[in-house]
C-alpha cells in the first residue's frame, strides 16, 4: 500500500492551500481516509478523516476552516482555507480501518503517506 500527498507549500495567513492524496498498491475499498499532521517536538494530531460512506470528522481547530473530499475510493482531498501560523506543520495522508470514536487517532491507521509541509506566514 502506497498513499503520496502533494500540493503542500507556504502561504501567508488568511490564504488557502489544496493537499492531495492517492493511494494504491490495493483495491480494499472500505478503508477510512485521514489527514494528520506534525510539527517538530509535537505529537501527530488528527486533523479531518473521512469514512468510505463520506462521513466526515475534523479537529476542533479546523472545522470550518478545511474541507475533506474524497473523489474516488483512492484520492482524497483536504481544502485549507484561512490558515493560520499554527497550521504549519507536516500533513500526511493515512488509511485505515479505525476503532476510535473520532476516527482522529494514530493508531487507527495502518497506512501512511510519507508527508508533504505546509508553512503559513503571518
Known amino acids: 500500500v502506497q498513499l503520496m500527498e502533494s500540493g503542500g507549500g507556504s502561504v501567508q495567513a488568511g490564504g488557502s492551500l489544496r493537499l492531495s492524496c492517492v493511494a494504491s498498491?490495493?483495491?480494499?475499498?472500505?478503508?477510512?481516509m485521514a489527514w494528520f499532521r506534525q510539527t517538530p517536538g509535537k505529537k501527530r494530531e488528527g486533523v479531518a478523516t473521512?469514512?468510505?460512506?463520506?462521513?466526515t470528522n475534523y479537529a476542533d481547530s479546523v472545522k470550518g476552516r478545511f474541507t475533506i473530499s474524497q473523489d474516488s475510493w483512492k484520492t482524497v482531498t483536504l481544502q485549507m482555507n484561512s490558515l493560520r501560523p499554527e497550521d504549519t506543520g507536516t500533513y500526511y495522508c493515512?488509511?485505515?480501518?479505525?476503532?476510535?470514536?473520532?476516527?482522529?487517532?494514530?493508531?487507527?491507521?495502518?497506512?501512511w503517506g510519507q508527508g508533504t509541509q505546509v508553512t503559513v506566514s503571518s
Open positions: 493515512a488509511a485505515g480501518s479505525p476503532q476510535s470514536s473520532d476516527r482522529l487517532q494514530t493508531r487507527d491507521y495502518s497506512y
Open positions: 498498491g490495493y483495491t480494499y475499498t472500505g478503508y477510512c
Open positions: 473521512i469514512r468510505s460512506d463520506g462521513t
